[in-house]
Every structure is written in C-alpha cells, then in structure tokens.
C-alpha cells in the first residue's frame, strides 16, 4: 500500500466521532459516523497536512499517533441504551418507582435541554462529482458554499446534518477548488429525525464538543480541560487541569446534559527526564529493564502537537542523530527534522527513542504502524505508577480533585453561565435550535436506617457510616477460637509482635473470639527466609499463620499469599510491623486485626435484619490481571444461609480480554449445592449483583451471562426452581445529587434512593447512596435490574440492597455497594494483583482474602 | 508617475490576452504541484494524465513556505503578516519560529480564515514548556488593498502567489497601501514566472484565478519602479529551479524581497489610532516566560527537581559512608556535602556548579543556598539574582530562617 493511501486512510479514520465508532464492536449503535467539523480543530488539520510528509518506511517520528481528542468514545454508552431490559418485567413496566421513605429535595448535576416540539434533524448524502476523496476537501468546499454557510450543520464528509430542512429533496451545488476546478455537490435528503433518536444524541454531545472548543477548552480523552487555570502540584511534578465531562442523553422523562467536574492530571516532566532520574536511582546494570518496565504502557503527550502515543517500547539502538525517511523519501535525522519542523533543538543526542505501535484503524491487513518518539519531546500523562502507594501524593492529589458539593456547584454554575453567555456558544446553540436551560432538581426518598445484630444485642448506630464505638462491647455472632496458629516475624519485630498479641487477647476476649498463645517463630528479614519458615512449621492442623512484615514491599505479601492461598490452605493474616509501632492506635487496629482473623477462621461477626427467609445473594466481579492483560479474573461470592452472614467464594482466571464471565454455571451450581448443604433445601430466591461492567456489554450479560445462571438454577430443581434477579451494579456514573439545606448544599444522607428523573425509560433501574464521603462529593452508586423473576417491589428491592451494603465485614460501617459485590472485589484484587492462580478449594468457605 | 503605471498596467494586460492565445493548448490541467493546502492535507497528489510533467520535490509551495521561513531565521522579525493567507498554511509553520512574537494573517476569504483558525491555537505541550517569548497570532477578514492601522509596524510582510490575482485597478492600490502605508521593514512577493510555463504541457495561466502571470523582465520592472517609488531597495531570486536544459527560463516561481531603506524611528509607525477596517476572525495568544505565572511556575517546577538531586545524591553518599562514622563526626552538625559519584566530563556550566555554595545539612534538614540554585544556568537565566528567585519561591517552597537557602526534610518518603 502506498504511504499516500496509508496516509488518507489514517487522515480518514482519525476524527473523534470516527474514533469513536472504530472502537465500537458487535453490533453497531443505530447510528452513523458524525465528525464535528468545524470543530476538528488544529491538529486535525496539522496532523494530516504534516503526515503528508513522510511515512516511506513503517517508521516515523511520532507524528501520526492519536489525537488528544480520541481516546474514548461515547458510542458504547449509547448501545447500552438500546437494550431495553424493562420491557420484559411486567411488574415494572408501568411503575418503577417506589414510595417508602422520608422523601429530600436533591440538586443534580443535570440540566435542562430544551427542544422544539417539532425540532427535527435532517440526514442528507453528499456525492461530488468529480468524486474527490479527501474528506478535508470535501468538507471545506461544503462549508465555504454560501448556501449553507449560515445554517447550522454537522458533516463528515459523506452524511450532512442540518436543523434547517433544504427546500428541494435533491439540491445541487457547485463550488470551485482552489485550482479552479469545477465541483458539483449533490445534497440528498434521506432522513428526517426526531429528537428523540439515538443519531440526534449523537448530534447533540457533537455541538457541546464544539462548544466546549469555543470555550477554549481541550479535548483530552473524552473530557474537556481548561489549561488556563492549572492546579500544581509541584513537589510531585503534576499540573491538574479543570474541566469537564458532559454528555448529553435521554433521561427518564426527558432530554438532559449531565455534567460532572474533572480533572486531567499532566506530569511536568518529559520522558527524557524521568529516564536520567532513574537512572541516577538505580544500578546501570538493570537500567534499561527497569526503564522498560515502568514506561511501557503509559500514554505520553507529544511537545509539539496535541497527541498522545502509548509506549509501547523503548528502541536503544536508534539515536536522534539517525535518519529516517520521510515521506517524499529524504532521508533526514530526527536531530534536523524536529529543528526544521517545530524549530526545536535536542539537548541530548544520545537519547534512544520510544517506540509507538499505531493503532490499524481500518482494520485491514496491512502491516501495523510504527511512531518513533524522542523522549525530551513526550510528556507524561497520569498518575505515575508507583502513585497509588505513595501517600502524600495521593493525599496532595485528593486535596486538590475532591471538591466539596458546594464548590462543585460552583463550577458547574460557571459552566452553565459560560454556555449562556459566551457569544460563540449561545450562537451554536442558536443555530441549532436549542435551549439550555435550568438546573434540575429532583426528589429523592430516604430509607430507615438499619440496626445491627449482634449476638445478643441488638443495636441502632449512631451513625450508619460507622458504628465501631456501637458494638465495641458487643459479640460477635460466631467466633471460632483460635488454639492452634503460627506467627512469624523478623527478629527486629519481635517486641512489637509480643506487644500486639498481648492485645489482640486482650480485645478479643470481649468479642466472644479466644485466642491461644501461638507458635511466634522468628526469621531473617528477607521474603525467602519467611517462606521457607512458613514451609517448614505449616503442618494440617494450623488454623491460621500470621506474618508481621517488615516492609511493604510485594514481594512479602504475594509470595506469602501465594503460597497459602493455593499451594498449602491455609489462612494468612499478614500485618506490618511498622502498624503496629502506632502506640496509640494499637487497640483500634488489634480489634480489626481480630475481626479478620475470625471471618478468616469462618466466624460471623454481625447482621442485619433479613425480611425474605430463603434468599440467597451473589456478587460477581470481573477484572483484568496486573500481569497479563489477556486475562480476566472472574470472583463469584454467594451467602449460603438465610442470615447472610456465611459466604461461598471462587474465583477463576479466564484467558479473554472480554469483561464476561464463562464459569457462572459451575460456580452457581457450586454455591446451591453448598446452601443445600447447609439448609436442607435451595433457597426461594437468588439475587446476583453484578460488579465490573464495562461500557457497551449490557447485551452480552443479558445475553450470556443470565442464561449461564438461569440454566444452573433450573437444573439444581426438579420442581420449583429458586426465583433469580440479576443487577448490575455501576459506581462510575454521570449523575450526582446534592441536598440542599438552607443555603448550603450537602452530600445527601445515607440511605437516600432516587428512581426517577436521573433514571433511564428504557431500565428498572435506580441510584442508593449507601456511603459516607469525608471528603468531596459522593458518588451514587447506580444499579440496574437486568433480570427479574423475583418481582418484588421497587421499594423492597432497593431497599434490600440497602440492607446487603451494611453486611461487608472488613468495614464497621455502610460501604457504597452491596457486600457479596465488595466480597467479589476484594477477591479478585488479591488474585489479579497477588495470586495470579486460582486460590484453592479448600479456603471457600471463608472469607480469606480479608 | 501616475501614467506611467497605468502605462505598465495596460502593457500587462496586453501581455496577458497574448500569452493566453501563445499557450493555449489542448489541456486545461495544470502541471505545476499548485495545489496549496488543500490537496495537500489529503495526502493526495492530484494524478495529473501524463503528459510532459513537471514534478518539484519538494513541492513548489512548500519551497517558497520555506523561502519564507528561511528569511525569518536570518533577519528575526518580531511581528510578521502573511497577505493572502489563504488556508494558514504559512502561519502554521511561522507560528514555531521562536523569535516571532506577532503573527497576522489577512485574507478575504471568512470562510477559509474561519475554518482554518483553530490550526494556530496553542496545543497542551505550549502550556506544559511555554515559549520563551509571547505569541499573539490573529486572522483579520479583509483586503490586503484596504488600510488598517493594526498592521503598521511590521518586520516582515509575506505576499505569497498573491498580486497575480488582482486586477489592473487593485494591482495599482496594491503598493500603495503595502509599500506606502504599512510599510513593514521587508516584504516578500512571489508570483509564477511566465517563462518557466513554456515547459508546461498546459495552457494559459497556472490557475483560472489569475489575472497575470509575468515574466521575469515584467515582474522585475513593476518591483523596481515601486521599490523606487517608496524608498525600498529590492532584490529578485525564486524558488523551483528549471530542469537541465532549460536553464534560461528561470525559475517558476520569481521571488523580490523588498527592504525599507530609511529607518523605522522617522516613520510614526506606531500611531496606531488609524480606522480599524479589517474584522477579526480569530485570535489566540501563547502561554511563555514572559508571563510572570508561566515563569514562576517553571521556576518552582525547576527548584523541586534541582534540589531533589541533590538531596538524593547526599542520601546516596550517605548510605557509601555508613560504615565510616568519621564522616559525621560528634559535635559537627554541618556535614559538607561532596560529590562520591563518579563525575564524567566537566562542561561549562559544572564548572560553574563546582564554585557554587554546596548543599549542606543540620540535623534531618537538608538545605541548598539559593546562591547555588541561581548557579544553574536555566534558573539564572529565569530569575537573574537571588531576590527574584526569593520572590518566586514566595510561600511554596520553605527557605530556611534567614532566606537563603531551601529548606528540606532529608527523609521526607515521598520522593520528589
């Protein structure tokens, strides 16, 4: 293929609604390819026009990667959207809502977008004859044409959208090139839309892009961000930009723009200095590993265009001072083509360049695509891997990112003020017909709050978003007592370790949870030396093996885990030694200690009260391995009596890069065998929470995944099969809702449900706020009941899942999703992250991944 | 005077109706890679039937892109306007020229200028590594033969492929309002040779649009008359060398740079209350050092990283000595800082590191003095002495009790 086709090709297929649509797979979204022009701002222009330089070989420098605009796409959304679950459950299709509770006025992020009653988009063919094949060309000779130059128009080259209907069905055109070529444009109207449909929604989120754009916004990702009031963050590199995610949809009763603050975090070092920090840090020796290891992967945003690239691997051997060949086939060195490019000079010659596979857009069976980079020009984007452990900075991040509601508000009132105001804004908006409109508001209803059941005690928290002072005193429902257990601990730590058990007895004791004195053997500091010892003292009867680690790094606690999750059963309980320094905290962390230890051991620690007397619920969750990425991590976690208070746990590794769980059947029908076990019978009723969803797999899970489990709870029963519901379970949405008292606004209470307005026509679906947010705003958790054979009401369903987020017992306190979901998700973390195999049988019956 | 050019215009036009009767030949195609921006995005270069063709590499546009370019490297001009800037092209590639600080593109064409405007707007990386000097670039709706004092002042003004499309009436304003009015210390025209067409399989003009194409005798007679008549000086070259052979016919496209004789303090260039006739279109201006934000902001980004090598290369040199408890030896708290590791060659500016204050350290705090910090050739140039560099540390970064050096924890976990 010629570099000139490969060229367009790439120029064709880099626009973000193109984008976008690329990334859709299965069946496509009832739609078509939209490209807001006039917004493909610069780089859209630039990129084609310098890639028209070069590309003889498959190398370049870098200047064909994505676009800052692409990454992302909001098509899967929208194919979600059509799979119209409710329509199947009788008991809802009329009424979803329910009606218990104390009801609360809620301010939301969503605003009002109003259009003409007989607003209508009109979907036009162009054809050009002669034909031209470049879609800029196409495009600009469309635009400049006085006739339509004052309508408001979206086109991408083939299909053009225009508010305003053309006076004849077929209008011709002319215009001329700037060769003086004659062009004839033939316009043919073939659909007339309403509003209502899924293309005009598409529409819609295309202005607001552009006017974001006028807005002297950026598109990175699928958000816009506002470069002029940075954040930083210097003492670690980071600049946050503001801005925005918006997207524009229909809502239960009508269309709404849902707009949320966000932050883009940028590092303010390019990959040239990341590489000499490094490599002052570590050994030359393992350098260019070390190198390797902690770039490949991560997205970096170009110098001089608004590209972002993934690294996918460093090439040692090329220098800045090679050549390439570019396009019209001089050959030139990076060194000069970026001095006469850009007019920018490298300082280090001697640096290797970065290696980017560009992505086959097309989908053809031409070769992939290289991009060679020069790292002094490549920033970072992100968080920098090692982020997530370092604490300051994730405090200083969260300082700055987790807005308070009322600051929140702040910011979306000055988004809404800038599309009202702005002369550029108020003008598309104009054109187009529409009408921005008011902030909305909604009422939400607030369910009672739960009691907790101790063994013999019952008692109403003071706060539901914590009530370990409540039941200090208490006991627990069930405690095995631990007789006969291991710890191993370095020699350093063992005063610590003395210290803690003494305290660990101490709380106990009240608890209803015996501890004996343990086996205390003590090692070298080295993860070796811990195993071994674990090796040799872990014989049949230990009940559990504590470890006091000396330090954080992975390496103790993945080997630790791995071996006695999978290859020796046993329960771990590892703490590190530097926790238990804390003097004054030794009591509060010995008691959380001791409750871990006792749902390790199979112990119940509390419950709340279960209106439905045989009721089984199940949690899934589906993840990605940190390893492999071609690896899925499937946890499944079932209660196994009436309580919920005993659980069933598996988990599985499934070599797809789909989010969709194979195994459901065996694990289901595991989790009935064990409930029939334990209660003589199956239960009257299942209901699966459905955890790690991602975009635009809706109608594989109704398509695969309900019938895995719907075909194990036929067969487990000859005559009447337990009822099954499926809900899945979002934590990532658009919405949030904000109580308003007085003057300020506030994180609405516990236990808060809102069913309507935010909520979609075409889903029984409802938002439970079951969490406490110390700080910034809280995130409504958002569920959708997919499958529904139960038919209980609205209200007892939601608030039955209000219920299960009381029930995780790594937690004193509500969590923000039911706890078979969290349960799942703990699993699969220490697997995906640490265990890389499936843990062993035997451990399924406790919660040992606490 | 006056009749004279009209004299020359007439002439012209007489010339014009002759050439299109001499190369009127059976195809209409033009030969010439005229095809600006617009086909050029596409990556896709017009297949033109083949006859004898002329094929430029690189393309002709893009050499006199680079003529232009070329000058701005050798003379620096502040403020340049592009004349006739069509689809921005030029600007695009000016706007990285790091000398340029002023860039105006006028055209009559809104809907090209509208479209186009968003190319020259700063991407993410000028926000990240501003420019060392401001940037403002805007595009103005109007006609090059229409005075409006916002271009008065200029360094440089391109006209690139653009008198050939004016008329006989509009080529007569044209130095007038150029030459005359805005009179920018250089100006830059090119225009197709019409000699070099003879070597086109084609006809007439090298684009339906033009009014004229001359040869290097016209093109040269016109500019040394109005160069005379405004007090310029010119000079002629050209870009797209004829092939072997054909040498005699010059190049096809013939270039004049016109250079203001008399200097800019005579001329009351910046009495900018004229009218303001030109529309904007669009307007942008780049983040750079310039900008007390932009510059303070690098200056801290600078501090953080200069102060955590140091304070790493004392931790390392520390760990080296452990074993040699001389090095802090009891009763001196004030460790001296030296370099253990191994130091490859000295430049200039190491040099100027090495008699610098060193780091030292008092107890878990590490400091560096700010005279040193100042040593490092970016931030001396960025703050230029230390109470500058006092001022734009400001609150962010704590300096120790008198303000003269940074002050760090030594074991702060949090590596920055």
Same mark, same amino acid.
């Given at each position: 293929?010629?570099?000139?086709?490969?060229?367009?090709?790439?120029?064709?297929?880099?626009?973000?609604?193109?984008?976008?649509?690329?990334?859709?797979?299965?069946?496509?979204?009832?739609?078509?390819?939209?490209?807001?022009?006039?917004?493909?701002?610069?780089?859209?222009?630039?990129?084609?026009?310098?890639?028209?330089?070069?590309?003889?070989?498959?190398?370049?420098?870098?200047?064909?990667?994505?676009?800052?605009?692409?990454?992302?796409?909001?098509?899967?959304?929208?194919?979600?959207?059509?799979?119209?679950?409710?329509?199947?459950?009788?008991?809802?299709?009329?009424?979803?809502?329910?009606?218990?509770?104390?009801?609360?006025?809620?301010?939301?992020?969503?605003?009002?977008?109003?259009?003409?009653?007989?607003?209508?988009?009109?979907?036009?063919?162009?054809?050009?004859?002669?034909?031209?094949?470049?879609?800029?060309?196409?495009? #600009?000779?469309?635009?400049?044409?006085?006739?339509?130059?004052?309508?408001?128009?979206?086109?991408?080259?083939?299909?053009?959208?225009?508010?305003?209907?053309?006076?004849?069905?077929?209008?011709?055109?002319?215009?001329?090139?700037?060769?003086?070529?004659?062009?004839?444009?033939?316009?043919?109207?073939?659909?007339?839309?309403?509003?209502?449909?899924?293309?005009?929604?598409?529409?819609?989120?295309?202005?607001?892009?552009?006017?974001?754009?006028?807005?002297?916004?950026?598109?990175?990702?699928?958000?816009?961000?506002?470069?002029?009031?940075?954040?930083?963050?210097?003492?670690?590199?980071?600049?946050?930009?503001?801005?925005?995610?918006?997207?524009?949809?229909?809502?239960?009763?009508?269309?709404?723009?849902?707009?949320?603050?966000?932050?883009?975090?940028?590092?303010?070092?390019?990959?040239?200095?990341?590489?000499?920090?490094?490599?002052?840090?570590?050994?030359?020796?393992?350098?260019?590993?070390?190198?390797?290891?902690?770039?490949?992967?991560?997205?970096?945003?170009?110098?001089?265009?608004?590209?972002?690239?993934?690294?996918?691997?460093?090439?040692?051997?090329?220098?800045?001072?090679?050549?390439?060949?570019?396009?019209?086939?001089?050959?030139?060195?990076?060194?000069?083509?970026?001095?006469?490019?850009?007019?920018?000079?490298?300082?280090?010659?001697?640096?290797?360049?970065?290696?980017?596979?560009?992505?086959?857009?097309?989908?053809?069976?031409?070769?992939?695509?290289?991009?060679?980079?020069?790292?002094?020009?490549?920033?970072?984007?992100?968080?920098?891997?090692?982020?997530?452990?370092?604490?300051?900075?994730?405090? #200083?991040? #969260?300082?700055?990112?987790?807005?308070?509601?009322?600051?929140?508000?702040?910011?979306?009132?000055?988004?809404?003020?800038?599309?009202?105001?702005?002369?550029?804004?108020?003008?598309?908006?104009? @054109?187009?017909?529409?009408?921005?409109?008011?902030?909305?508001?909604? @009422?939400?209803?607030?369910?009672?709050?739960?009691?907790?059941?101790?063994?013999?005690?019952?008692?109403?928290?003071?706060?539901?978003?914590?009530?370990?002072?409540?039941?200090?005193?208490?006991?627990?429902?069930?405690?095995?007592?631990?007789?006969?257990?291991?710890?191993?601990?370095?020699?350093?730590?063992?005063?610590?370790?003395?210290?803690?058990?003494?305290?660990?007895?101490?709380?106990?004791?009240?608890?209803?949870?015996?501890?004996?004195?343990?086996?205390?053997?003590?090692?070298?500091?080295?993860?070796?030396?811990?195993?071994?010892?674990?090796?040799?003292?872990?014989?049949?009867?230990?009940?559990?093996?504590?470890?006091?680690?000396?330090?954080?790094?992975?390496?103790?606690?993945?080997?630790?885990?791995?071996?006695?999750?999978?290859?020796?059963?046993?329960?771990?309980?590892?703490?590190?030694?530097?926790?238990?320094?804390?003097?004054?905290?030794?009591?509060?962390? #010995?008691?959380?200690?001791?409750?871990?230890?006792?749902?390790?051991?199979?112990?119940?620690?509390?419950?709340?009260?279960?209106?439905?007397?045989?009721?089984?619920?199940?949690?899934?969750?589906?993840?990605?391995?940190?390893?492999?990425?071609?690896?899925?991590?499937?946890?499944?976690?079932?209660?196994?009596?009436?309580? =919920?208070?005993?659980?069933?746990?598996?988990? =599985?590794?499934?070599? @797809?890069?789909?989010?969709?769980?194979?195994?459901?059947?065996?694990?289901?029908?595991?989790?009935?065998?064990?409930?029939?076990?334990?209660?003589?019978?199956?239960?009257?009723?299942?209901?699966?929470?459905?955890?790690?969803?991602?975009?635009?797999?809706?109608?594989?899970?109704?398509?695969?995944?309900?019938?895995?489990?719907?075909?194990?709870? =036929?067969?487990?029963?000859?005559?009447?099969?337990?009822?099954?519901?499926?809900?899945?379970?979002?934590?990532?949405?658009?919405?949030?809702?904000?109580?308003?008292?007085?003057?300020?606004?506030?994180?609405?209470?516990?236990?808060?449900?809102?069913?309507?307005?935010?909520?979609?026509?075409?889903?029984?679906?409802?938002?439970?706020?079951?969490?406490?947010?110390?700080?910034?705003?809280?995130?409504?958790?958002?569920?959708?009941?997919?499958?529904?054979?139960?038919?209980?009401?609205?209200?007892?369903?939601?608030?039955?899942?209000?219920?299960?987020?009381?029930?995780?017992?790594?937690?004193?306190?509500?969590?923000?999703?039911?706890?078979?979901?969290?349960?799942?998700?703990?699993? @699969?973390?220490?697997?995906?992250?640490?265990?890389?195999?499936?843990?062993?049988?035997?451990?399924?019956?406790?919660?040992?991944?606490? | 005077?006056?009749?004279?050019?009209?004299?020359?215009?007439?002439?012209?036009?007489?010339?014009?109706?002759?050439?299109?009767?001499?190369?009127?030949?059976?195809?209409?195609?033009?030969?010439?890679?005229?095809?600006?921006?617009?086909?050029?995005?596409?990556?896709?270069?017009?297949?033109?039937?083949?006859?004898?063709?002329?094929?430029?590499?690189?393309?002709?546009?893009?050499?006199?892109?680079?003529?232009?370019?070329?000058?701005?490297?050798?003379?620096?001009?502040?403020?340049?306007?592009?004349?006739?800037?069509?689809?921005?092209?030029?600007?695009?590639?000016?706007?990285?020229?790091?000398?340029?600080?002023?860039?105006?593109?006028?055209?009559?064409?809104?809907? %090209?200028?509208?479209?186009?405007?968003?190319?020259?707007?700063?991407?993410?990386?000028?926000?990240?590594?501003?420019?060392?000097?401001?940037?403002?670039?805007?595009?103005?709706?109007?006609?090059?033969?229409?005075?409006?004092?916002?271009?008065?002042?200029?360094?440089?003004?391109?006209?690139?492929?653009?008198?050939?499309?004016?008329?006989?009436?509009?080529?007569?304003?044209?130095?007038?309002?150029?030459?005359?009015?805005?009179?920018?210390?250089?100006?830059?025209?090119?225009?197709?040779?019409?000699?070099?067409?003879?070597?086109?399989?084609?006809?007439?003009?090298?684009?339906?649009?033009?009014?004229?194409?001359?040869?290097?005798?016209?093109?040269?007679?016109?500019?040394?008359?109005?160069?005379?008549?405004?007090?310029?000086?010119?000079?002629?070259?050209?870009?797209?060398?004829?092939?072997?052979?054909?040498?005699?016919?010059?190049?096809?496209?013939?270039?004049?740079?016109?250079?203001?004789?008399?200097?800019?303090?005579?001329?009351?260039?910046?009495?900018?209350?004229?009218?303001?006739?030109?529309?904007?279109?669009?307007?942008?201006?780049?983040?750079?050092?310039?900008?007390?934000?932009?510059?303070?902001?690098?200056?801290?980004?600078?501090?953080? %990283?200069?102060?955590?090598?140091?304070?790493?290369?004392?931790?390392?040199?520390?760990?080296?000595?452990?074993?040699?408890?001389?090095?802090?030896?009891?009763?001196?708290?004030?460790?001296?800082?030296?370099?253990?590791?191994?130091?490859?060659?000295?430049?200039?500016?190491?040099?100027?590191?090495?008699?610098?204050?060193?780091?030292?350290?008092?107890?878990?705090?590490?400091?560096?003095?700010?005279?040193?910090?100042?040593?490092?050739?970016?931030?001396?140039?960025?703050?230029?002495?230390?109470?500058?560099?006092?001022?734009?540390?400001?609150?962010?970064?704590?300096?120790?009790?008198?303000?003269?050096?940074?002050?760090?924890?030594?074991?702060?976990?949090?590596?920055?």
């Amino acid at each position: 293929k010629s570099g000139r086709a490969r060229v367009r090709a790439r120029g064709m297929a880099r626009s973000p609604g193109a984008a976008e649509v690329g990334r859709a797979r299965g069946p496509p979204p009832p739609s078509v390819v939209l490209i807001d022009n006039e917004a493909s701002s610069s780089s859209d222009c630039e990129r084609t026009s310098r890639i028209s330089q070069k590309y003889a070989g498959g190398i370049s420098p870098s200047d064909s990667g994505c676009t800052v605009q692409e990454r992302g796409g909001k098509v899967r959304d929208i194919m979600d959207l059509a799979v119209c679950t409710r329509e199947k459950l009788a008991h809802v299709r009329d009424c979803k809502t329910g009606s218990s509770g104390i009801p609360v006025k809620l301010v939301t992020n969503l605003f009002n977008l109003d259009v003409p009653q007989d607003w209508q988009l009109y979907q036009y063919h162009v054809t050009y004859s002669p034909d031209i094949e470049s879609r800029r060309l196409r495009i #600009a000779l469309l635009y400049s044409h006085r006739e339509l130059s004052n309508k408001a128009k979206a086109f991408d080259g083939v299909i053009l959208f225009l508010s305003q209907k053309l006076e004849e069905k077929v209008t011709e055109l002319s215009s001329e090139t700037q060769r003086g070529e004659t062009v004839k444009m033939t316009i043919t109207l073939t659909r007339e839309l309403p509003a209502s449909s899924p293309v005009c929604i598409q529409v819609f989120n295309i202005i607001f892009k552009k006017i974001l754009k006028k807005l002297s916004m950026y598109q990175i990702g699928r958000n816009f961000y506002k470069p002029s009031e940075p954040v930083e963050i210097p003492q670690h590199k980071l600049s946050l930009w503001p801005g925005f995610a918006i997207s524009v949809s229909h809502f239960e009763t009508k269309l709404l723009l849902s707009a949320n603050v966000s932050y883009k975090i940028l590092r303010n070092e390019t990959v040239l200095e990341f590489m000499t920090d490094l490599c002052r840090k570590t050994s030359e020796s393992c350098f260019t590993q070390t190198c390797e290891k902690q770039l490949v992967g991560l997205i970096v945003l170009t110098r001089y265009n608004n590209k972002t690239y993934r690294i996918d691997d460093i090439d040692w051997s090329v220098k800045p001072t090679h050549t390439f060949r570019k396009r019209d086939g001089a050959e030139i060195t990076y060194v000069d083509y970026y001095k006469q490019q850009y007019d920018i000079i490298l300082s280090d010659l001697n640096q290797p360049v970065l290696v980017s596979l560009l992505k086959n857009k097309k989908n053809d069976n031409s070769e992939a695509q290289m991009a060679h980079l020069i790292p002094e020009l490549c920033f970072l984007t992100g968080m920098p891997g090692q982020a997530t452990s370092d604490f300051q900075l994730m405090k #200083a991040v #969260a300082k700055e990112t987790r807005l308070d509601p009322l600051v929140r508000q702040q910011h979306l009132a000055r988004l809404a003020d800038d599309f009202q105001r702005n002369k550029d804004a108020r003008f598309e908006l104009e @054109t187009w017909g529409l009408h921005f409109g008011c902030q909305m508001s909604l @009422t939400g209803r607030i369910a009672p709050a739960e009691k907790i059941i101790m063994q013999d005690h019952t008692c109403q928290p003071a706060s539901a978003a914590d009530w370990s002072k409540d039941i200090r005193t208490c006991k627990v429902l069930s405690a095995q007592s631990l007789n006969k257990w291991l710890v191993i601990c370095s020699n350093r730590a063992e005063s610590v370790t003395e210290n803690f058990l003494n305290c660990l007895r101490r709380v106990g004791g009240p608890m209803g949870f015996n501890v004996d004195c343990p086996k205390i053997i003590k090692v070298q500091e080295n993860p070796a030396a811990f195993i071994h010892a674990i090796q040799k003292h872990v014989k049949y009867e230990v009940q559990l093996v504590m470890c006091i680690l000396p330090s954080i790094q992975t390496s103790y606690y993945d080997s630790i885990k791995k071996y006695l999750s999978s290859d020796c059963p046993v329960p771990s309980q590892c703490v590190l030694a530097q926790t238990l320094n804390k003097q004054g905290m030794m009591l509060s962390v #010995a008691t959380k200690i001791a409750m871990q230890m006792i749902c390790k051991l199979g112990g119940e620690l509390w419950a709340v009260e279960i209106p439905l007397k045989s009721l089984m619920v199940v949690g899934i969750n589906v993840c990605k391995d940190a390893f492999s990425q071609r690896t899925m991590v499937v946890g499944f976690v079932a209660s196994i009596n009436p309580r =919920i208070t005993r659980w069933f746990s598996r988990c =599985i590794l499934q070599r @797809t890069t789909a989010h969709v769980a194979d195994c459901l059947k065996v694990f289901m029908i595991g989790a009935l065998n064990r409930w029939y076990r334990h209660n003589q019978g199956l239960p009257a009723r299942i209901i699966v929470y459905r955890d790690g969803v991602g975009d635009g797999q809706l109608q594989t899970l109704v398509d695969y995944e309900v019938p895995q489990l719907l075909s194990s709870v =036929i067969e487990a029963s000859s005559n009447t099969s337990p009822k099954l519901s499926v809900i899945v379970v979002r934590k990532k949405g658009m919405p949030r809702f904000l109580a308003e008292t007085g003057r300020n606004l506030q994180n609405p209470p516990l236990g808060t449900v809102v069913d309507s307005e935010a909520t979609r026509p075409e889903w029984y679906d409802f938002y439970l706020i079951s969490q406490m947010a110390c700080r910034g705003t809280v995130n409504p958790t958002y569920y959708n009941v997919i499958y529904d054979d139960n038919g209980l009401k609205p209200d007892h369903m939601q608030r039955l899942t209000f219920k299960l987020c009381h029930v995780y017992y790594n937690w004193m306190g509500l969590i923000s999703i039911p706890a078979p979901c969290q349960y799942a998700r703990k699993l @699969t973390f220490l697997v995906a992250q640490s265990l890389h195999k499936e843990p062993s049988l035997e451990l399924a019956n406790s919660l040992f991944y606490l | 005077m006056r009749d004279l050019k009209i004299d020359l215009v007439h002439h012209l036009v007489g010339l014009k109706e002759t050439a299109a009767l001499l190369f009127q030949r059976n195809l209409k195609t033009v030969a010439e890679d005229n095809m600006e921006c617009n086909s050029v995005v596409d990556g896709n270069v017009e297949e033109v039937p083949s006859k004898k063709v002329i094929k430029f590499n690189p393309p002709l546009y893009k050499q006199r892109y680079q003529f232009v370019k070329n000058l701005v490297e050798q003379h620096q001009p502040k403020k340049v306007a592009d004349l006739g800037c069509g689809d921005v092209c030029l600007l695009a590639i000016l706007k990285y020229q790091k000398c340029i600080e002023e860039l105006v593109g006028v055209d009559i064409n809104e809907g %090209r200028l509208k479209w186009n405007g968003s190319r020259l707007s700063p991407c993410v990386g000028d926000h990240l590594d501003p420019r060392e000097l401001d940037l403002a670039i805007t595009l103005y709706h109007g006609s090059v033969l229409e005075k409006d004092c916002r271009l008065l002042g200029f360094d440089l003004a391109a006209c690139i492929e653009l008198i050939e499309h004016f008329d006989s009436e509009d080529l007569a304003k044209f130095p007038e309002v150029v030459f005359g009015y805005m009179c920018p210390a250089m100006i830059v025209i090119s225009t197709p040779n019409s000699e070099f067409n003879s070597l086109f399989p084609c006809a007439v003009f090298r684009d339906s649009d033009h009014k004229f194409e001359w040869s290097r005798m016209q093109f040269q007679t016109w500019a040394l008359d109005v160069a005379s008549r405004y007090n310029y000086s010119v000079e002629f070259t050209g870009v797209g060398e004829p092939p072997t052979g054909a040498e005699d016919v010059g190049y096809c496209t013939q270039i004049g740079v016109f250079r203001r004789k008399a200097e800019a303090a005579e001329l009351a260039v910046l009495e900018h209350h004229g009218e303001h006739v030109y529309e904007v279109v669009y307007t942008t201006s780049y983040p750079s050092l310039q900008q007390i934000n932009y510059r303070r902001r690098v200056v801290i980004y600078l501090v953080y %990283r200069e102060v955590s090598r140091l304070k790493q290369k004392y931790q390392v040199s520390l760990r080296q000595h452990e074993l040699e408890p001389e090095f802090i030896a009891p009763g001196n708290q004030t460790g001296k800082f030296t370099s253990d590791l191994p130091v490859p060659v000295l430049t200039e500016d190491d040099k100027a590191m090495e008699i610098a204050p060193q780091p030292f350290c008092i107890e878990d705090k590490f400091y560096v003095p700010l005279q040193r910090i100042i040593a490092y050739p970016r931030l001396g140039h960025l703050c230029g002495n230390v109470e500058k560099l006092r001022e734009f540390l400001g609150d962010v970064i704590e300096l120790n009790c008198d303000g003269s050096a940074v002050k760090v924890d030594l074991n702060d976990c949090s590596d920055f």
